[in-house]
């Protein structure tokens, strides 16, 4: 049996977040996903590798645009392990909650992804799919005073 194919990212950008699965322009309905920019050089190594490294179209002051990879959050066959940290400490997201990591002020996140190799008319690559994920909520003044002041519902 072949080894699984996965990468870790410390400290990644997230980038067109779509934890809820909104359906938009380039989304169908359901469809969780965010993508992750890429050092250029880690890139070429991960498209060598059958990754499905894409680049943003260069903005006005850049020569070339940035590569990022499309990572899947897929709850049906194996969840993902996604922890949201605050003052509060660790929460665990679920299918139900991960969504509000869309709108969230993201100070810090750490991801490990799996890869899942698909074949469909003689194209070949791989699919990122999140394996986990903590970040890290940068809290403004209000949320540090009431979770300092946080009363159980027990």
């Known amino acids: 049996m072949a080894e ?7 400290d990644a950008r997230l980038i067109f977040r779509n934890f809820e699965g909104k359906e938009g322009m380039y989304n169908v309905a359901g469809d969780r996903n965010f993508c992750v ?3 250029p050089e880690i890139a ?3 498209a060598d590798d059958g990754w499905n490294i894409k680049v943003t179209k260069p903005r006005d002051d850049e020569e070339e645009g940035t590569p990022y990879i499309q990572v899947t959050v897929g709850f049906k066959n194996r969840p993902p ?11 665990n997201l679920t299918e139900e909650t991960v969504g509000v990591l869309d709108w969230a002020d993201i100070r810090q996140a750490d991801l490990i992804c799996r890869g899942y190799d698909w074949d469909v008319n003689g194209k070949t690559g791989t699919k990122a799919y999140l394996q986990s994920l903590f970040v890290t909520i940068e809290e403004d003044a209000l949320e540090m005073k009431y979770a300092a002041n946080a009363v159980s519902d027990d």
Do not use: H, Q, W, Y
């Open 4 to 10: 699984a194919k996965t990468f870790m990212i410390e």
């Open 44 to 46: 070429v190594k991960m």
């Open 81 to 91: 392990r996604v922890v949201m940290i605050t003052s509060n400490g660790r929460t």
């Open 37 to 39: 920019p890429l050092d």
